[in-house]
């Protein structure tokens, strides 16, 4: 079974830092990736999707890579802002099944 | 990129009430849809895959006479919550893969249960 995880639970970070999101999956045999942020209450926004044939995607001051091999992936967000707090949710997918989702990561950016 | 809308987006019921909730493919066909529950601070746990002219598949632990899941169209598919309690309040999304069904997942803009 699928098993996704998220590090760190929490982050909090003074505005201007970069700063990485991890994320790993235990079964490698994924269709996809998706990188997703959701605000308090809110649905999800999806960011950025990386296939499991790519290594990485950008968009913007994001940047999601993908080892699928070790079973990992990362999100750089650059020069962080306060808008950039939320929680961001990675999921992977076996390809027209549901997505499995970690705990998420919780950011905050000070201003 | 594909539309996936979701209706109501909050609803307060009392408890023995059923509440329905939708989930719409605005710009495509969708022949399965996802529903997902998120309990606070916790992750999107998925409760059933809705199939469009079957049964839903139900995931392990979730009750299929409480959430009863009917895709009647390739465009509609609908979670109604029934003999709602308290502990049932939680935030509920669904999601349909693209056209293709095997690459982007589309998600609802979510629906917040509460049961008074």
């Known amino acids: 079974k699928q098993e996704v995880t998220q590090i760190p639970a929490a982050l909090s970070v003074p505005e201007g830092e970069n700063l990485v999101l991890n994320c790993s999956f235990t079964d490698s045999a994924i269709y996809n990736l998706q990188w997703f942020r959701q605000d308090p209450g809110k649905g999800l926004t999806s960011l950025l999707l990386i296939q499991s044939s790519q290594r990485e995607q950008t968009s913007g001051r994001l940047n999601a890579s993908l080892d699928k091999s070790s079973g990992r992936s990362t999100l750089y967000i650059a020069a962080s802002q306060p808008g950039d707090s939320a929680t961001y949710l990675c999921?992977?997918?076996?390809?027209?099944?549901?997505?499995?989702f970690g705990k998420g990561t919780r950011l905050s950016v000070i201003a | 990129g594909a539309v996936v809308s979701q209706h109501p987006s909050w609803v307060i019921c009392k408890s023995g009430t059923s509440v329905k909730i939708e989930c719409r493919s605005l710009?495509?066909?969708?022949?399965?849809m996802f529903w997902y529950r998120q309990f606070p601070k916790q992750s999107l746990m998925l409760m059933a895959t809705s199939n469009e002219g079957s049964k839903a598949t139900y995931e392990q632990g979730v009750e299929k006479d409480k959430f009863l899941i009917n895709h009647a169209s390739l465009t509609l598919s609908t979670l109604t919550v029934t003999s709602a309690h308290p502990e049932d309040s939680s935030f509920y999304i669904c999601?349909?893969?693209?056209?293709?069904?095997?690459?982007?997942?589309?998600f609802g803009q979510g629906t917040r249960l509460t049961v008074v």
């Open positions: 710009d495509f066909q969708a022949t399965t």
């Open positions: 999601s349909a893969p693209d056209r293709r069904g095997n690459t982007e997942a589309f």
């Open positions: 999921a992977v997918s076996g390809g027209n099944t549901p997505l499995v």
